[in-house]
């Protein structure tokens, strides 16, 4: 899906629901949003912070989370360049226990696939460099993880947390993600 597609897919998403995001944007987990540093990049639509406070709305959440997913990778191998800027939001509101199942568990699966996808790349690994590209081409993957390692109490918390259902992250996202926050 190219950027304009997916630019368009949230304007529509925005205009047909005007009222959804109002109640979340004043929630905690979203505190400094609109104060981030978020890409100015023709990568992916430049309103995921407007798509963020839709998550925390039961009508709209599953959509808004379909949409962000789109926004925050570039393809099923990389993420976006607006990913880094919002691995701290993405951790705050799944660690919300209020938050509609279908939408956490969404989030912290996209938040696993984030950190497997930022993961270095063996140079000298012609299969993955073909796959994903040296780590010099997508500086990306080294601001998402300093994102995770900037903000590893909130990812130790959450998964430390019992509120989340049983089984909804494997022994490799769990250990992808505390490397990722350098957790042991």
């Known amino acids: 899906m190219?950027?304009?597609?997916?630019?368009?897919?949230?304007?529509?998403?925005?205009?047909?629901?005007?009222?959804?995001?109002?109640?979340?944007?004043?929630?905690?987990?979203l505190l400094g949003c609109a104060d981030a540093a978020w890409?100015?990049?023709?990568?992916?639509?430049?309103?995921?912070?407007a798509l963020l406070?839709?998550?925390?709305?039961?009508?709209?959440?599953?959509?808004?989370l379909r949409l962000l997913d789109n926004a925050l990778l570039e393809d099923v191998f990389h993420?976006?360049?607006?990913?880094?800027?919002a691995v701290p939001f993405l951790l705050r509101?799944?660690?919300?226990?209020?938050?509609?199942?279908?939408?956490?568990t969404g989030l912290v699966d996209l938040l696993a696939l984030a950190a497997h996808l930022s993961?270095?790349?063996?140079?000298?690994?012609?299969?993955?460099?073909?796959?994903?590209?040296?780590?010099d081409d997508h500086p990306e993957?080294?601001?998402?993880?300093?994102?995770f390692l900037a903000h590893a109490p909130a990812l130790a918390g959450l998964l430390d947390d019992e509120t989340l259902p049983d089984g909804l992250l494997s022994a490799e996202d769990r250990e992808c993600l505390r490397t990722a926050g350098a957790l042991r």
């Open 2 to 29: 190219d950027a304009a597609v997916k630019e368009a897919a949230v304007d529509r998403f925005l205009r047909d629901h005007p009222r959804a995001g109002l109640s979340g944007c004043d929630h905690p987990a």
């Open 39 to 49: 890409p100015q990049t023709s990568g992916g639509p430049s309103r995921i912070p």
């Open 53 to 64: 406070p839709y998550l925390l709305d039961e009508a709209t959440g599953t959509e808004a």
């Open 79 to 85: 993420v976006s360049a607006a990913m880094p800027a």
């Open 93 to 104: 509101l799944a660690a919300d226990p209020h938050l509609a199942i279908a939408v956490r």
């Open 119 to 135: 993961e270095p790349v063996d140079a000298d690994d012609e299969r993955s460099v073909l796959m994903l590209g040296l780590d």
């Open 141 to 147: 993957r080294e601001r998402c993880r300093a994102a």
